[in-house]
């Protein structure tokens, strides 16, 4: 069974309300996993616990192509062969209890996995304001891409405020003229992307 089962299951058909519980906490989890084939690995077993309650409890939410060839006497076999209520409610308890306990297990893999990664170096003010201000660039109107007169008039404009920022902020001038000379690149891009 793999989480790809899992997903094409007709959640409108799955009953009791536990099952249906555990499958979209399964599938809810699977989703905010950072490593999907990590996470497939770890759930693995409880992947296959519930495909298995689902196909005994609530075959009509699987789609048929989705569902695994089971012959005709299997199929006669698991229509007269009810489970007991009790034992749904344990195995539906147990198999809580074991998603709890795979949730855990995933924390655990994922806080190892970041211990042994590199730390991103954090983001330099200079970067930022430098970011911002070319990310105006980009918001030219789209009426005005082939506008070279408008395009040199706002570049005009977002170095003369960029200088400022930075002058009054205490950045030192070579890191200024990075950002200028970021900006002016922008504008050089667009503008020969106009003249073409």
């Known amino acids: 069974m793999t989480i790809k089962q899992l997903q094409a299951l007709d959640m409108s058909k799955v009953q009791p309300e536990p099952l249906k519980v555990a499958v979209t906490d399964i599938l809810g989890d699977y989703d905010k996993a950072s490593s999907k084939s990590d996470f497939e690995e ?7 616990k519930v495909f298995l309650l689902v196909e005994r409890l609530a075959p009509k939410a699987i789609k048929d192509n989705t569902a695994p060839k089971v012959k005709k006497k299997e199929k006669k076999e698991l229509k007269t062969s009810k489970p007991k209520k009790a034992s749904v409610k344990k195995e539906l308890g147990m198999l809580n209890e074991d998603i709890k306990k795979c949730r855990v297990k995933i924390r655990k893999f994922n806080e ?20 911002h201000f070319i990310s105006i660039a980009n918001l030219i109107p789209p009426a005005q891409k082939d506008n070279v007169k408008m395009q040199k008039e706002a570049e005009k ?16 001038f070579v ?7 970021a900006i002016k690149e922008k504008y050089d891009k667009m503008e020969q992307r106009a003249t073409k």
Do not use: Q
Request: hydrophobic share 30%; aromatic share 2%; glycine share 6%.
């Open 42 to 48: 770890i759930a693995k077993e409880n992947i296959e």
């Open 112 to 131: 190892e996995k970041r211990k042994n990664e590199p730390k991103k170096p954090k983001v330099m003010r200079h970067t930022k304001i430098k970011n």
């Open 175 to 181: 890191r200024a003229e990075a950002g200028e000379k």
């Open 157 to 172: 404009i977002l170095l003369r405020a960029h200088r400022g920022i930075m002058n009054t902020y205490g950045i030192n």
